[in-house]
């Protein structure tokens, strides 16, 4: 079963990443180690999405009225919603938590498990958190950057938090009731409804992408890195010191003493 919030698919996810990390270009070539590798993953998936999740994605979106493409994004957000609460609690981010569950309740209650965003027009904040930010938290390097297949950019750290999240998302504790199904196939379908609905959302970052990267493949991992690191320190992530920056200081503090 794939992750629907964090943190965490196919190159779909990747043009959102691209989006809300500002367009981060901040060279970390040094995080990927396995570059090579990471970039025949990342060709196979591009192949994987162009030849099959692009073209349903699109059927999807020209079917769909827009209204019943918005109630499955936030059906699927409220899910999401769980998760996030769970690693609020492990971040001991006890005042999030309660706004998140909160905004829970509203959404699977009245409206109507999550199918509307009741929460959002009453101004509760909807939080981003998983088990790999978790990891981050309480001070887990990230680790190497490693491309998985199907599921897309990830980090050492962030795949640990993958495998964990499993466990803190509902649908893996379905009984089949009652609608007869395993909870493994319960929740393999709703994933597939779930990156369908995301990629069809996400068509018009593509053609972005496309124009604005010369190297889909670098600038979507500075990008996915980047935004890594801002949701782990919650929008404030350390600033990384600048080499030219040190060198040109460095030079004004031997003029300074020369003189």
């Not at 970390?28 to 990342?42: A, Y």
């Not at 109630?71 to 919603?81: A, Q, R």
């Not at 990830?154 to 803190?168: E, K």
């Not at 030079?251 to 003493?257: L, W």
């Amino acid at each position: 079963m794939l992750n629907t919030n964090y943190h965490k698919q196919f190159l779909g996810l990747l043009f959102l990443a691209w989006f809300v990390s500002g367009c981060s270009t901040v060279p970390m070539e040094n995080s990927d180690p396995f570059e090579k590798i990471n970039r025949g993953i990342f060709a196979f998936n591009k192949t994987i999405d162009k030849a099959i999740l692009k073209p349903i994605s699109k059927g999807y979106k020209a079917v769909a009225p827009e209204s019943v493409n918005i109630s499955i994004t936030n059906f699927f957000s409220n899910i999401g919603d769980v998760n996030v609460i769970a690693n609020d609690l492990l971040q001991l981010k006890l005042k999030q938590a309660a706004s998140d569950s909160g905004r829970f309740l509203l959404n699977s209650t009245f409206g109507l498990l999550g199918f509307i965003d009741l929460a959002s027009k009453f101004d509760i904040p909807k939080h981003n958190e998983d088990f790999g930010q978790t990891l981050g938290y309480w001070g887990v390097n990230s680790g190497p950057y490693i491309m998985l297949p199907f599921l897309g950019p990830s980090t050492g750290r962030d795949a640990v938090g993958l495998g964990v999240d499993v466990f803190l998302d509902p649908r893996f504790y379905y009984t089949g009731k009652p609608m007869g199904m395993t909870s493994t196939n319960a929740s393999w379908t709703s994933e597939l409804v779930n990156k369908i609905d995301m990629r069809a959302d996400l068509l018009a970052a593509e053609k972005a992408l496309e124009k604005a990267a010369m190297d889909e493949y670098a600038y979507l991992r500075n990008a996915y890195l980047a935004r890594r690191n801002y949701l782990v320190y919650d929008g404030n992530p350390p600033k990384v010191k600048d080499e030219f920056e040190d060198d040109l200081f460095d030079d004004e503090d031997d003029d300074e003493v020369e003189e």
